[in-house]
């Protein structure tokens, strides 16, 4: 039975590696909505953007066409017929206005149709299911999921990961902000097991989830 499971939470609490883990281990398509909106931010900027004038953004998004490309396990989001590259989307500009333009609705709203169609097109894939990561996973794109996950780890944790990435990403500051927007806030969605990822390695936080999906 093909499954779908949302996995949500802050910056830096373990979801990419956790959910990439889960998709080898359980034959899943995986899907990193982070980098959908990293990579509508590259775009948007590259375009002239500016999230401080939201009604400016419709505009531009109109020009901006939205594919897909499989990479091993993960659906990648293209834009006009390009995947820009991880270090593109992870820059620290990039960094610095992912959630300014993630809390315009219209930047939102571009994304919710093209999210949903993920899980036909990991069916049509022969996937086992779907894992997607990201703020309104559980709560927004796929509410009735049957599997829901909410991850958080101490500051401290979170800190040292980003650290030993090299990332100049201002991680208090994005959580605040997505917790804090009127549409699709980071919430921990109902009825998701939560999960404490800063006491455990990631093999323990793959073992744990795994069993409660397989059970
Ligand atoms: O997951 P990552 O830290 O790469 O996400 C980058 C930003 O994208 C988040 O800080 C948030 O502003 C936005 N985002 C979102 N909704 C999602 C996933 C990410 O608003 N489902």
């Given at each position: 039975q093909f499954k779908i499971i949302a996995m949500d939470g802050g910056a830096a609490v373990g979801k990419s590696s956790t959910s990439k883990g889960l998709a080898t281990r359980l034959g899943l398509m995986h899907v990193d909505t982070g980098s959908h909106y990293r990579t509508l931010t590259y775009a948007l900027l590259a375009a002239g953007a500016d999230a401080g004038q939201p009604e400016t953004i419709p505009q531009v998004l109109d020009t901006l066409r939205l594919s897909t490309e499989i990479e091993g396990r993960s659906a990648r989001l293209g834009i006009n017929g390009q995947v820009p590259a991880d270090a593109e989307i992870r820059s620290p500009e990039v960094n610095a206005n992912v959630s300014k333009f993630a809390a315009v609705p219209a930047v939102r709203q571009k994304l919710f149709d093209y999210q949903r169609s993920l899980a036909e097109l990991a069916r049509e894939h022969k996937y086992a299911g779907l894992i997607m990561e990201g703020r309104d996973i559980g709560s927004v794109i796929f509410p009735d999921a049957e599997h829901r996950f909410f991850l958080h780890a101490d500051e401290a944790t979170r800190s040292a990961r980003r650290a030993k990435e090299g990332q100049t990403d201002s991680i208090a500051a994005r959580d605040k902000m997505d917790s804090s927007r009127?549409?699709?806030?980071l919430v921990c969605p109902d009825g998701a097991t939560q999960i404490d990822?800063?006491?455990?390695t990631l093999e323990e936080v793959i073992d744990k989830i795994a069993t409660l999906i397989e059970k």
């Open positions: 009127k549409t699709a806030p990822t800063g006491p455990h």
